[in-house]
């Protein structure tokens, strides 16, 4: 199974040009279930899982895989189903997230599809707050056009291992406490997790924080203030953006910001839960002021903190 994704390192310009793969698999189930490509690390036969006694209820054990010792979560029962059966087409899929290594247990896996983010859409509103889905789609499988759902991985991790938004206090810089207050941040990211995650850091700062669910968002919104004649860098200090987002990913969203002159000089933060090595390289190429791989409350804080004194040194430049 793991030659499914030999060619992932030959798939990284689709990112750039707003398209990404997806891994098409079942939960023991008809209803079809995707994770992006970049986010995996290889799939393969469910091995033997040792016990890991007081873990969370999702946590189905630990394996061993390639020397590392990784945690194993039943995706099904994360996301309110009932626990995974084991059978002969459970797989397990080893993903990074946020600098941390973990193995789902899935299904049947299927194949690797290559969309556009334009194919990409939010879940329907009826689905509700407390889903687990990022997104939706549709594929052509056996003839027939096929939903399938993204899953929210961010918040099935947030679920099972909290994530702390404490400020640690040597990381403020108490010269500037009192100007971030009341200060504006752009926050441009598809999971609402993810979104309650740095929103819950900044606003201990006093910063106020608007939200975009996606890049076409963003850019709308930008494009907005610039036609009604308000000054962009007025109106918020910086932008943090994800990578992976429906209709337009955070690359295109930099993109189309650096190509328009009322605007391409905001700063702009890519915020994402890819691989360090890689978005470094695709920062470089769109031109983003600062990397940040998720979820690091003092790193966020850092980076407001120098956008700011970039601010000011401007201001009494002029």
């Known amino acids: 199974m793991t030659t499914i994704l030999d060619a992932v390192d030959l798939r990284t310009q689709l990112v750039g040009e707003n398209r990404l793969e997806l891994l098409i698999f079942r939960l023991h189930s008809a209803q079809l279930f995707a994770i992006n490509v970049f986010k995996i690390r290889e799939v393969v036969k469910q091995p033997h899982l040792h016990s890991l006694p007081g873990s969370h209820p999702s946590v189905c054990g630990v394996a061993t895989i390639r020397r590392q010792s990784i945690p194993i979560i039943d ?3 994360a996301i309110g189903v009932r626990a995974t059966d084991e059978n002969s087409e459970t797989n397990l899929i080893i993903t990074e997230y946020n600098r941390s290594v973990q193995g789902f247990l899935v299904g049947q896996v299927l194949n690797i599809t290559n969309l556009t983010w334009q194919d990409i859409q939010p879940p329907p509103l009826h689905a509700g707050k407390n889903n687990y889905l990022t997104a939706i789609t549709r594929v052509k499988r056996d003839n027939h056009e096929r939903l399938v759902s993204i899953v929210d991985v961010e918040k099935v991790l947030a679920e099972i291992v909290s994530y702390n938004t404490e400020i640690s206090d040597a990381v403020l810089d108490q010269t500037l406490v009192s100007q971030l207050y009341g200060q504006k941040v752009l926050i441009v990211d598809d999971s609402s997790t993810a979104r309650a995650q740095i929103r819950d850091t900044l606003s ?3 910063l106020e924080v608007i ?3 996606n890049g076409r968002q963003a ?4 494009k907005t203030w610039c036609n009604e ?3 962009i860098y007025q109106e918020i200090l910086m932008m943090f953006t994800d990578a992976e987002m429906p209709e337009m990913d955070g690359y295109r969203l930099t993109h189309e910001i650096r190509q328009d002159q009322r605007m391409n000089e ?3 933060a890519l915020n994402t839960s890819l691989s360090g090595s890689f978005n470094q390289a695709m920062v470089e190429k769109v031109g983003c ?3 940040i791989s998720k979820f690091q409350p003092d790193l966020l ?5 120098d956008r700011l004194r970039e601010s000011l040194q401007s201001s009494e430049a002029r």
């Open 75 to 77: 995706l099904r029962q």
């Open 204 to 206: 201990q700062l006093g």
């Open 211 to 213: 939200e975009a669910t």
């Open 219 to 222: 850019l709308d919104l930008l």
């Open 229 to 231: 004649g308000k000054d």
């Open 266 to 268: 905001l700063f702009i």
């Open 289 to 291: 002021d600062r990397f």
């Open 301 to 305: 804080v850092e980076v407001v903190q």
